[in-house]
């Protein structure tokens, strides 16, 4: 038997072969304060557990009650596997109908299928990308630009690279941008302009980070103060937003523990325009009558007024602009309030970026 992860978003290490189980271990982001993203091969695997022995020390330990790993024949097609969490360790009891399998903590969406979504949108007409600059490993930080309107609308996604249903909701929601049968997104593009970031982390999800860049930085806490020597991702995106102006922004990410998909807002943010949290609430009211699979009871708790963390993109931003800013997640494990066999999944993520149209309709043609 052998395991292998030297590939992209590849991440564990073996720590021990015993009969019957295989002891592993999730390596840290850099930086040393994060780790709980895995993906790796196994080639002959023999019936056996295999046990992930630092899971109890994991950035978010909560994530492992309920939660259900990916495994893959092909790379394209994902599935949950038998997983348990007890005794401080994660334990996937699987046996593979194939010789080769690869597990992940959730279907990866790697840079070769980056690279082709943004390659396959500069192909639609009226479409351009450009790239802002580089991270620090040399990779694109590449923006998707679309719409004939005056109103900046901005999507980020994967400022936390372990995050990757984060990709896939993009890739759902810009394949209805792009149906050139659809009567909302020809709409939507003729009153707006959009500024798609579809991987704010380019280097993190290589290298199969869960939260940090190649600096150790956590992105979604340097947009009060980035720089190109350790944030460059947010540096750049930030100094294009302030070119371009910004009136919506949604910032997409994915929770580990929660099983839920919902909206956070820059409740808690001083001198905000009265209008931005009442296009919060009628948003999130859109978007729960667009996709079965959003909901608006369950989420972070709202921060008192004058207490919002100003690092943070949503926050930041609305302060900055003044405008709607807003955080969405989506679970690793699945919606509790529609679990399916396959959890929460790449087809549901690209289903529920799809319905962002209808949510950006409620509030960029209110009365």
Known sequence: MAISCNFDSGNIELVSQKKGRIELAIRRDAGEDHYQWFHFRVTDEAPCDLVITNAKGASYEGGWPDYRACASYDREHWFRVPTRYEDGELRITHAPEHRSIWYAYFAPYDFERHQRLVGGAQMEPGVQ?????????????????????????????????????????????????????????????????????????????????????????????????????????????????????????????????????????????EGLPEHVLRDLETYCAALERACPDFQNVHGYPKSPLGKANMTMATNHLAGRFGALAMTLEMPFKDNANAPAPEGWSPARAKRLGRSQLDAFASVLFRA
């Open 129 to 269: 990308t450009r790239e802002l600059g580089v991270s620090l490993d040399g990779r694109p930080i590449d923006v998707i630009e679309f719409g004939e309107g005056d109103i900046p609308v901005w999507i980020i996604a994967r400022q936390h690279p372990g995050e990757s249903m984060a990709e896939w909701f993009v890739e759902g929601m810009l394949e209805r941008f792009f149906d050139r049968s659809d009567a909302l997104a020809k709409r939507l593009r003729k009153a707006a302009r959009f500024y798609v970031v579809p991987n704010m982390n380019p280097d993190g999800s290589v290298r199969g980070h869960l939260r940090n860049n190649a600096a150790g930085a956590n992105l979604n806490r340097e947009w009060e103060t980035p720089t190109m020597e350790r944030s460059p991702e947010v540096f750049l995106v930030r100094n294009e937003m302030d070119q371009t102006g910004l009136r919506v922004c949604l910032d997409v990410h994915g929770d580990e523990a929660l099983p839920y998909n919902f909206i956070a807002g820059p409740h808690g943010v």
